[in-house]
C-alpha cells in the first residue's frame, strides 16, 4: 500500500505558489513577481521572481520548475477538479516558456482568476523542484519533501505531527521567528 500525503495547510509553510490571497481578498504575487493579461484576457503572461532557491541545495526556481510541477499534477490519478483544464494547455502547447523567468498561457477563452488557480493557499499546486524530482522521485516528495517556503522540512510521523525548521540561509520572503514549527494531528 502506498501512502500519499495530502497538500493540505500542514505543508504551507514549505510551499510558495506563484500568488497568494492578500488582506482583503486581492492576488497578490509571491514566486511570480507579477503577470500580465491581454486585454482580451486569453493571454497571460508570467514573470517569475529571480533567486528563489530551493531547500536542500536543489537549485534556483525557474519555468523548468512551474512546468514540470504543472506536469505532474496532471499525472494519472490526481483528484483535483483543474486537471483537464490543464492537460488540455498542455497537450495543446498553451504554455509557451519564453525564457528561464518569463512564461505565457495561451488560453482559447477568456480567464479572469488564473493567478487564483495558482495561489499558495491552493494546496493542490504547489510548485516542485524539477531538480528533487530527477534525484529522488515521487518517494522524495512523500518522504522528503523540498519546497521553497521559510521552513524546511524535518520529520513527519503519519497520523500524528510534521516537523519543520527554519531555513539555514536568508529566506527570500521572510524570516520566521521561531527555528522549528511542529503541526500535530489531534483526532477529536
Known sequence: TRIVPQFGFQNAPMYEGLTRMGLEGEQVPLMAERWEISEDLKTWTWHLRKGIQWHRDFGEFTATDLMHSLEHHVKEGSVSS????????????????????????????????????????????????????????????????VGAGPYQFKERVLGSYVLYERVPYQHWRITPDFPELQIFEVPE
Open 82 to 145: 483543474r486537471v483537464p483544464f490543464y492537460r488540455k494547455w498542455l497537450e495543446e502547447n498553451r504554455i509557451v516558456v519564453l525564457d528561464d523567468y518569463t512564461v505565457v498561457y495561451n488560453l482559447d477563452e477568456p480567464k479572469i482568476d488564473l493567478h487564483a488557480a495558482f495561489e499558495n493557499d491552493n494546496h493542490f499546486n504547489v510548485i516542485l523542484s524539477k531538480a528533487h524530482w530527477d534525484v529522488e522521485g515521487q518517494a522524495g516528495i512523500e518522504n522528503n519533501p
